[in-house]
């Protein structure tokens, strides 16, 4: 056997089949998708010799969960993005059933992926090891598996199976890496190595160990500085829901704290959710030339319907989201600037003054970026909010209950995959501000610049098209609602 083949090749060519004989209706318009077939997780993200790239989790060849590729794309600006061939194909020894997620830094030039190798033991029952394997490129296009991987075998003794989802950074002159794990007793933790070169990694234990409340495993766990703090952002399994809270199968969430490198300590508040959407997983973030701390996160679920399925592909990244730590400790997420070069054209939908009832009016187009301001302070309505693509049968809505302080994404109605309502406490302060990007099967909703955020897959009819301003109970001034028609940037392809 020819060792170290990464055979991509193969599934390019399968991917060029299936993506002829799919069916576009819900194609997103400015999201990252693969050009066909299964995607999941975002992996490796980074800035490369001045380029964007994302990886992700891929199944070139259907459109379920399989074998899994690393997809590929790169982009100048964070938002035109162009795919790439497929960085990574399991089927080597190291990683014979699949290159699971993983993290990218630059080492000196050379552009190096860490990933988990994946082996079934018994696939049926679900067993399985894993091991931590290295891929390094120059072009940043084409990348070739170390001889000496896995560069980790195995994990610790007291580990369960679950051992993947490196997150590797440096500091001073030293490589970390982090990978999601449990203890045999099915407790959830993240683990700590170090290098001196990426390649000889040396374990030194926990970094941090949940109780039973905080599930059994954390995936795709992500360390790092901001403000002075570090926020350690994962995506727990097995968390029960609590009202409002952990309403999907899994959640994505993060702790604030400080650090200690020398004793190995973190001390931290309570978990937090980032987004209270129904479809926000496996969340990634990192640094780029500008110093800012950019995140993508899978827009879907696990176990939730998937109507795309049906159409030759599945699976999306959100839009790039800048993270910022407010007050309280509270991390936000808001769209990254480049966003507005997506902006095709501005329409004031609404200047400025009272409205009772509704207030619709019909927008031709479904790749939309919304403003609204609401003057709560002149407001006598107990209820605010914005309806898309549909009134009725059809419909998702966006509601703000003043004398509850709860921000509402309402789901129920939207079309083939109906999916029930989030909620989320905020407190508006007397000015609600909802920044909500529309594409042809996704809602994303900043609230009061990321004070919450909500994020769905959506599966409206193509011809439910128009915005609509709600209110119940009164009147709700609205200080403007602009819109903006967005731009399709795989429409060239
Ligand atoms: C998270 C996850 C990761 C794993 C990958 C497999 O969604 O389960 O833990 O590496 O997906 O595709």
Redesign the pocket.
Known sequence: MNTYNNNTKQAEEALKQAEAKMNKRYRLGYHIMAPANWI??PNGLIQFKGEYHAFY?HHPYDEN?GP?HWGHVKSKDLVHWEHCPIALAPGDACDLDGC??GSAVDNNGELTLIY?GHHYIDQPNNIFFQNQNVAVSTDGIHFTKLRQNPVIAEPPTDSSQHF??PKVWKHEDTWYMIL?NSTKEDLPRVILYTSPDLRTWTYHGVLLQGDKNMGFMW??PDFFELNGKHIFMF?PQGIDAQGDKYNNLFQTGYYVGEYNYNSNEYQHGEFIELDTGHDF??VQTFLDDQGRRIALG?MDM?ESDMPTKADGWCGAMTIPRLITLGDNNKVLMTPVEEMKLLRQSKHVLYQYGAISGSYFKEVEADLLEVKIVFDLTKSSADLVGLRFRGTGREETVITYSIPEQKLMLNCSKSGKKTDGVRQTALNAEGRLTLHVYLDRSSIEMFANEGQATMTSRIYPSEKLLGIEIITEGGEALVNGLTYWKLKDIWQAE
């Open positions: 999941n997780d989790q969960w899994m699971f997620s988990t993947r989802d999601g995936e795709c995506s997983y496996a899978w696990w």
